[in-house]
């Protein structure tokens, strides 16, 4: 949890206005999902506490723990590729531009 909060207000401190795939920003935060998640695991294992038992305590609690690691899998998944679409996009507009101002000539 330490290293959460020291790491997260580093991110907050140095953020950039503008973010982007070159600066340090706010994608960094994706970092700390591996690491905060076995605490939300035992989060959510104390709160399942408050119910009642299950026929399968141990089933269930391995269900828990598999569709927390599939939701974390899957989150990081998907922003890495929202992350390299920015890029992508950002870098065609930037050849377009180039091949436009090459396609008028060079003085």
């Not at 950039?16 to 959510?44: C, D, K, M, Q």
């Not at 038992?53 to 998944?77: E, G, K, N, W």
Request: aromatic share 6%; with cysteine.
């Amino acid at each position: 949890m330490l290293v959460t909060l020291i790491t997260s207000a580093g991110l907050v401190a140095t953020l950039y206005s503008n973010g982007g795939a070159a600066e340090w920003g706010g994608r960094f935060f994706h970092l700390l999902i591996p690491v905060i998640t076995p605490a939300a695991v035992l989060g959510l294992q104390r709160g399942v506490r408050g119910f009642p038992d299950p026929p399968d305590r141990v089933l269930t609690q391995r269900l828990v723990a598999i569709a927390c690691t599939l939701v974390v899998t899957a989150a990081l998944s998907v922003s890495g590729l929202r992350a390299q679409g920015e890029i992508r996009a950002k870098a065609a507009d930037t050849v377009d531009g180039t091949l436009a101002y090459v396609s008028r000539g060079i003085p």
